[in-house]
T-cell receptor
Framework: GENVEQHPSTLSVQEGDSAVIKCTYSDSASNYFPWYKQELGKRPQLIIDIRSNVGEKKDQRIAVTLNKTAKHFSLHITETQPEDSAVYFCAGISSGSARQLTFGSGTQLTVLP | NAGVTQTPKFQVLKTGQSMTLQCAQDMNHNSMYWYRQDPGMGLRLIYYSASEGTTDKGEVPNGYNVSRLNKREFSLRLESAAPSQTSVYFC?????????FGPGTRLTVT
């Protein structure tokens, strides 16, 4: 099955700086990679995703890049704001028919004012 | 649309008690999932249902059972709760790959 590793586990940045979170995956057949944001006490919410036929995807201040050869993908947040503080999870989808997501262990991002 | 809803929001059980967590979605999604989330950890899949009438084990199925009652509803049952099952439980649904989560059930087993 798929194995997804995520780092760093914690990340602090100054407001206005950029933040980068990285994930690696094991299953070369995986083809869908979402990122979720989870605020304290809330449900995970999908913020951006990328499919394996695309190398980069951007949505306003967030972007995701994918390197299929190296089997890693990254979340980039530019011009960080205090409301970006949350736990971020990456995930990869299994290549089987059930399309199960395997999640990374999460990154606690803190944006310092 | 309510999206994915879960009941109850909070529950405290004694060791050995049983309970059922309820999940419903109104997005006409085929697939539904149950996850548990423990402090400092990601989400781990307990069971899933790829379509109405089918269920399969995920990464951590021991101590749980599920029922896909119809296309909308997917329930998770703890037959004999153990302290190790103290966790936050999330239900999710998807039509293709994007999964949408419910608000969660915070379960404590004493």
């Amino acid at each position: 099955g798929e194995n997804v590793e995520q780092h760093p586990s914690t990340l602090s940045v100054q407001e206005g700086d950029s933040a980068v979170i990285k994930c690696t995956y094991s299953d070369s057949a995986s083809n869908y990679f979402p990122w979720y944001k989870q605020e304290l006490g809330k449900r995970p919410q999908l913020i951006i995703d990328i499919r394996s036929n695309v190398g980069e995807k951007k949505d306003q201040r967030i972007a995701v890049t994918l390197n299929k050869t190296a089997k890693h993908f990254s979340l980039h947040i530019t011009e960080t704001q205090p409301e970006d503080s949350a736990v971020y999870f990456c995930a990869g989808i299994s290549s089987g028919s059930a399309r199960q997501l395997t999640f990374g262990s999460g990154t606690q991002l803190t944006v310092l004012p | 649309n309510a999206g994915v809803t879960q009941t109850p929001k909070f529950q405290v059980l004694k060791t050995g008690q049983s309970m059922t967590l309820q999940c419903a979605q109104d997005m006409n999604h085929n697939s539904m999932y149950w996850y548990r989330q423990d402090p400092g950890m990601g989400l781990r899949l307990i069971y899933y249902s790829a379509s109405e009438g089918t269920t399969d084990k995920g990464e951590v199925p021991n101590g749980y059972n599920v029922s896909r009652l119809n296309k909308r509803e997917f329930s998770l049952r703890l037959e004999s709760a153990a302290p190790s099952q103290t966790s936050v439980y999330f239900c999710a649904s998807s039509s293709l790959d994007e999964q949408y989560f419910g608000p969660g059930t915070r379960l404590t087993v004493t």
